[in-house]
């Protein structure tokens, strides 16, 4: 089955404590991208790649990293996560030309920093 | 100005009823548009790209006007489980970066 999948699905940590949240793609697609989604200011774009070893910054890329050593994975990674970092996140691919196709997305990652 | 504008709603309406929401885009650059549905804090499902030409599938119909720089959706006949945010997505490409921009979505709220 084609799909995304993201991990873990919920996670309640602490200010400081490194955290990453994987993603994985059984598509052969070539873009990939994290979204933080908040109420009220709808899904932004953190950070994107077009293919292995190449990535950049969406909208908000502030306070994460990612990598991208292998086509089907994506991990974000907060190296400092803080409280205003508490969201829910999706992971999402695409196969179209120059990374202007339809995008299908993981099932979310529930994160909430005390 | 945002760069993809949405009437967040929500817009209530009955069972069989004929609903419309428009999207507006800033940048005439944007190259591929889309219509996504996300049900409660679920992920988004892709429901229609959409075409310069308009495209249908079943009940919903998909325009671009590219002119005036906004999209819309028309869905007909309402059932209940269409019920939903619908979130317009637009593509832009400039200088070699490619984004996908989201509004803040529409809620539909479909009545018994």
């Known amino acids: 089955e084609a799909q995304v999948t993201q991990n873990p699905r919920y996670l309640i940590t602490v200010t400081g404590k490194k955290l990453t949240v994987t993603c994985s793609q059984n598509?052969?697609?070539?873009?990939m991208s994290w979204y933080r989604q908040d109420p009220g200011l709808g899904l932004r774009q953190i950070y994107y790649?077009?293919?292995?070893?190449?990535?950049d910054k969406g909208d908000v890329p502030e306070g994460y990293k990612v990598s991208r050593k292998e086509k089907r994975n994506f991990p974000l990674i907060l190296e400092s996560p803080s409280p205003n970092q508490t969201s829910l996140y999706f992971c999402?691919?695409?196969?179209?030309?120059?990374?202007?196709?339809?995008?299908?997305f993981g099932p979310g990652t529930r994160l909430t920093v005390t | 100005r945002k760069e993809v504008e949405q009437d967040p709603g929500p817009f209530n309406v009955p069972e069989g009823a004929t609903v419309a929401f428009n999207c507006t885009y800033s940048?005439?650059?944007?190259?591929?548009f889309f219509w996504y549905r996300q049900d409660c804090r679920k992920e988004p499902k892709l429901l229609m790209s959409?075409?310069?030409s308009g495209n249908e599938d079943g009940r919903f119909t998909a325009q671009l006007n590219r002119a005036s720089q906004y999209i819309s959706l028309l869905i007909r006949d309402s059932k209940l489980s269409d019920s939903a945010t619908y979130l317009c997505?637009?593509?832009?490409?400039?200088?070699?970066?490619?984004?996908?921009?989201f509004g803040t979505g529409t809620r539909l709220k479909v009545l018994a």
């Open positions: 959409v075409y310069s």
């Open positions: 598509m052969n697609h070539e873009y």
């Open positions: 999402a691919s695409s196969g179209g030309l120059a990374g202007g196709g339809e995008q299908y």
């Open positions: 997505v637009v593509n832009m490409a400039s200088s070699g970066t490619y984004k996908y921009i």
């Open positions: 940048n005439s650059a944007s190259q591929s």
């Open positions: 790649s077009m293919n292995v070893e190449v990535t």
